[in-house]
């Protein structure tokens, strides 16, 4: 079983940023790969963006240029930093990680933009 434990969401004013990090109960190493999505009110979950276990990142073409994912092995956690924030961005932000045909989620967390 792994936990998934998202922290960072909060309120936030248009143009401004914040970062989410996700934390593991074991190494990511072993996760393929490992996320971000959101869900906004009356709409399905997307996909924001991952990394794989190489280390190879990815975004959505929405956010592209004003979110990046990275991560920190050796804490076994995963950050999305969120810049330029849009009131389209408001969502609960889910952590997911990939291990083989398993998915895992962690509990969410809030993102809200204002305009």
């Known amino acids: 079983q792994v936990q998934l434990l998202e922290s960072g969401g909060g309120l936030v004013q248009a143009g401004g940023s914040l970062r989410l990090s996700c934390a593991a109960s074991?190494?990511?190493?072993?996760?393929?790969?490992m996320g971000w999505y959101r869900q906004a009110p009356g709409k399905e979950r997307e996909l924001v963006a991952v990394?794989?276990?190489?280390?190879?990142?990815s975004v959505a073409d929405s956010v592209k240029g004003r979110f990046a994912i990275s991560r920190d092995i050796v804490k076994n956690t995963v950050f999305l930093q969120m810049n330029s924030l849009k009131p389209d961005d408001t969502a609960v932000y889910y952590c997911?990680?990939?291990?083989?045909?398993?998915?895992?989620w962690g509990q969410g967390t809030q993102v809200t933009v204002s305009s």
């Open positions: 997911n990680a990939k291990v083989s045909n398993t998915d895992y």
């Open positions: 074991r190494s990511i190493f072993g996760f393929n790969p």
């Open positions: 990394i794989t276990r190489g280390g190879t990142p």
